[in-house]
């Protein structure tokens, strides 16, 4: 086959930019320096208005789930009651934390590939009989590809009890969502770095409001590399409890400086656009998408083509075309494909995708694709301002 660029369409890893590599790349300097701590204010404010909150952003060293479990000991302690909102791989990546340290847990289930349900939520949450310390979710459940509607939920348990810490893992969509953790009542909302966020893997994320800062350092939880309070407070001077990912930390900068300049209103647009051109390409296609329109995430979309096509388009995308996509996780693994468009990705990279799929259909379908999708593209991306 003749020479292709590689197109990274899966939900993380996705591509860097060349800026922000430029950045990783800068020659190493100390954390101890006031040039660091001025690269580490910078990047914990400039990350604050796209974590929707005041609060300067607390870099953790580890990939999303150590912001997970960060999130986790720093909001429970041994005897607490929590619930855990489980749709798909990641929420039950959130209940194995809480069964390592031995939460009393509470599980709300909900059927692979569907968003939560309020009035199924409140029905299970009203026939708890304990004091529920924390409510943890995905805001995106990344192996499914919904999103749930966060904003009900933290206004519903907050209507019941004040008290309560709503956890959020938007690990795969912030930086692609119009977020508000006030709004929201969002407590804590931890991210990845290798998501929508365009950024190296190696990084957690965790965001709070001054609100939730007050709760979280009471917290009397056993830690030590993961107290959250500790990170905090050596934020507020400029630094961090233990030596930092510098080179990851310096390379924020660069993503920073690409979301100033297209304004992170038209980053979230842009994620939307990418969603919305191409649900309409593969509805063009033929090829059955797993979630309803109103629930699918704008940071990567789940398709459900029939069991003799599946393996053929995800391995012909990459030998053929050098695209490459994501298969499913848990029971999902060989019955749905899922195309990631978080972080670096722009609407017309969806076009690549979309043409191949033409031709590969084309091909085994004995009928021609050629143009249909990437018309039904076209159709809904020139109506966008
Ligand atoms: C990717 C992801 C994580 C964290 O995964 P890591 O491999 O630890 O970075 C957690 N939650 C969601 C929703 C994710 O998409």
Known sequence: MYLNQPVLLSPGPTPIPDIVNHYLT??????????????????????????????????????????????????????????????????????????????????????????LDMTAFMSFYNQLTQPIKAVFTQLCETSTTVIHPIEQIGHYIKSIDDNVLFVVDGVSIIGAYDMDM????????????????????????????????????????????????????????????????????????????????????????????????????????????????????????????????INIIKSRLLSDFNITIAGGQAHLKGKILRIGHMGYVTPFDMLKVISALEIILSDIRGKSYLGKGLTAFQEVISCIK
């Open 26 to 115: 800068l020659p190493m300097i100390g954390h101890r320096t006031e040039s660091f701590q001025k690269i580490l204010h910078d990047v914990s404010k400039g990350l604050a208005p796209i974590f929707g909150t005041d609060q300067p952003v607390v870099i953790l060293a580890g990939s999303g789930t150590s912001a997970l479990e960060t999130a986790m000991v720093n909001t429970v302690d041994k005897d607490d009651h929590i619930v855990v909102i489980v749709s798909g791989a990641f929420g039950n990546r959130f209940k194995k934390i809480a069964e390592a340290y031995h939460y009393h847990l509470h599980v709300f289930e909900i059927e692979w590939g569907k968003a």
């Open 182 to 309: 006030s709004r929201d009542k969002v407590d804590i909302l931890v991210a990845g770095s290798q998501k929508a966020l365009m950024l190296p893997a190696g990084m957690g994320f965790v965001a709070y409001t001054a609100e939730s800062r007050k709760k979280i350092a009471s917290s009397k939880s056993d830690k030590f590399y993961f107290n959250l309070s500790l990170y905090i407070d050596k934020l507020f001077d400029d630094t961090t409890p233990f030596t930092p990912p510098i080179g990851l930390i310096q390379s924020i900068r660069g993503m920073l400086e690409i979301v100033e300049s297209e304004g992170f209103e038209n980053t979230v647009k842009r994620h939307y656009a990418c969603r919305d051109g191409l649900r309409s390409a593969l509805k063009a296609l033929d090829i059955p998408l797993f979630v309803d329109d109103k629930d699918a995430s704008p940071t990567v979309t789940a398709i459900v083509p029939i069991q003799t096509e």
